[in-house]
């Protein structure tokens, strides 16, 4: 039987993996001049594709999808990678940015485990389109009511508390029941 293992991620391979997927995006506006839909997870910690984060990405798969038909957007191209860096995904979306900016927000905010969703907006300029650009507020933290950028930053939260959070999180997940 195989085993599932967890690799350990340096921070070098995640620095250089966000320089590969910028220029990933910087090639599908070249390519197709539309706003993206970058998808990634939120996962604190060394192991950055093992269950938890699996799981999470393809909820947030499948409610991106539903979002996109829905809103009767036509998708270009959606591109989904599994490095162990970190699952991570591409849409190309026939939108305006502030329009999948507001999907976006309503689904990191709709589900409990949209809190794990990072999904940036960028425009055809190359730039993320920020919660603060939309007169949202900033994300929260996972743990408490701060600015999740403000504890990330002074570590205020310990990686055992984050990742308890998280697995709870993933636990409570239940596809079928929508709030």
Request: charged share 20%.
């Amino acid at each position: 039987m195989a085993t599932v293992t967890n690799p350990i991620t340096s921070g070098t391979e995640m620095l250089a993996a966000r320089e590969v997927r910028a220029a990933r995006q910087a090639a599908a506006i070249a390519q197709f001049g539309r706003p993206l839909v970058s998808m990634t997870i939120v996962m604190p910690g060394p192991e950055k594709d093992g269950y938890l984060a699996l799981r999470t990405m393809m909820t947030a798969l499948q409610e991106m999808d539903d979002l996109i038909n829905a809103s009767n957007w036509p998708l270009i191209s959606r591109r989904v990678l599994w490095p162990k860096t970190g699952p991570e995904a591409i849409y190309v979306v026939d939108a305006d940015a502030e329009s999948l900016k507001l999907g976006a927000i309503f689904l990191e905010e709709r589900y409990p485990i949209g809190r794990l969703w990072d999904i940036d907006i960028i425009t055809t300029a190359g730039a993320p389109l920020s919660r603060t650009q939309m007169g949202m507020p900033a994300r929260r933290c996972l743990l408490c009511d701060q600015p999740a950028h403000e504890c990330g930053r002074s570590r205020r939260h310990s990686l055992p508390e984050l990742l308890k959070q998280i697995q709870q999180m993933v636990n409570d997940l239940d596809l079928h029941t929508r709030t």
